[in-house]
């Protein structure tokens, strides 16, 4: 992923204010029960341990330093071989 320029308003968010990212996931397309909290604002990446073969579906928040969260990323498709 990217790291966000912008909060969901508008307004500049600069990296050091981006505490980090949560990466929830699930099976089902629009489903993502499960997460992934990556404490590191300036991370491009995660890897998620132990996944079963198949299709995951995936979004990415943002955490800022004051706690606020942002909406949802749009959904990638990951398949696991």
Known sequence: WTAPVARTDGSPIAMSEIAGFTVRYGTSMGSHPNMLNVD?????????????VGTYYLVV?????????????GEVAKAVN
């Not at 590191?40 to 079963?52: K, N, P």
């Open 61 to 73: 928040t943002t955490r800022d330093s004051e706690g606020r969260e942002s909406g949802d990323s």
């Open 40 to 52: 590191d604002g300036y991370a491009t990446s995660a890897t998620i341990a132990d996944l079963q």
